[in-house]
C-alpha cells in the first residue's frame, strides 16, 4: 500500500548549504520526522563550534535532529529505526550509508546528487564540472545502493555553466534545481511510475574531496584552466598562491588571451590590471585577500604594491592536475 502524503514518514540526511532548500522544500510537502546532520565543528578564525546549515533549519522547522559522528553508532540506529521512515533523502550528508540504513525504509534511500551521473561521482561534484570546463552541470535523483554514487537514475535535469559561475552560485542554483526535481519526482517514484535507470559505468568520472593544499596555483598551466580552478575552489578551499612568503588567496580572477614573452610565474602589470604570467595568456588576479588581511581588488594590490611587475611568483613543484 501507497501511504499518502500525510502518513508518509521521511527521515532527511544532510549537511552543507547546498542541502538547505531541499529540505525547506521538502518539509513543506511531506512529514521530515527526522534529521540526520553532521556534528558541530570548529569554525571561523576564533574556532568556535557552529552547528551544520542543515541543523539550524531543522531546529527552525521543529524537526527533531540527530548527529552521530558515525552512523553506525548504535544509538543513532536505534533513533532512525523509531523513526520508521518509509523513505530517506539524502543530499550532501557527507557519510557512506551501510546495508542496514539503506534497507531500512520501505522506499528505500533516495539521494540528491549534484551532477549529472555517472559524469562526477564523489565528494565534490560542483567544483570538478567547472575545474574541467565542462558546459553544463546538473542534478541527478537516485535510488541508492551500497556504491559511491553508483545508485539507478530515477530523474536528471541540466543547467548551464555560465563564465561567471564559481562553485558558490552553481551550488545555489543546483540547490534549487535539486529541491524542484525532487519534489517533481518524489510522486510517481512512490507510486511505481518510473523505471529506474542504470548507470554508463563505463562513463564514470569521480570527484574527489577536496584539500587545502589543493588550491595552489601552477602557473605553469594555462591561464583559462587557472580561471577555473579560481571559480571551482571558491569560497573553499580557495586558490592561492604566495606573495613575500605568505598566502595570497586569489577570489576572483581573468585570463587574458595574450602572446607574451614573460618567464611564468612573472608579476605584470598589465594595463593597469594585476597580472601574472603562465604557460599560456595572463591571469588577471580581479580580488585578493593578502594573508590575515581583507579582500581587495587588482588595483588596489597594485597600489599597495609597488614592487608588482618586478617579482616572480614562487613556483612549490605543486602541479597538480586538473
Known sequence: MIPSKSTLNIVFMGSP?????ILEQLARHYAVVGVVTQPDRPAGRGNKLTPPPIKEVANRLGIPVIQPLRLS?????SQLEQWQPDLIVVAAFGQILKPNVLNLPPFGCVNVHASLLPRWRGAAPIAAAILHGDPESGITIMKMDEGVDTGLILSQRAIPIFDSDNCLTLS?????LGAQLLLETLPDYLEGKIIPQEQDHQKATYAPMLKKEHGELDFHQPATDLWRKVRAFYPWPAAFTYLDGKHLIIHDASPIQVAHDFPIGQTVRYQKKAAVATAKGLLELVKVQPSGKKPISGSDLLNGYRDWGKIVLPDHGNHLSK
Open 17 to 21: 548549504t547546498f542541502a538547505v532548500p
Open 73 to 77: 553508532e548504535p544509538a543513532a540506529m
Open 172 to 176: 545555489a542554483r543546483l540547490a534549487e
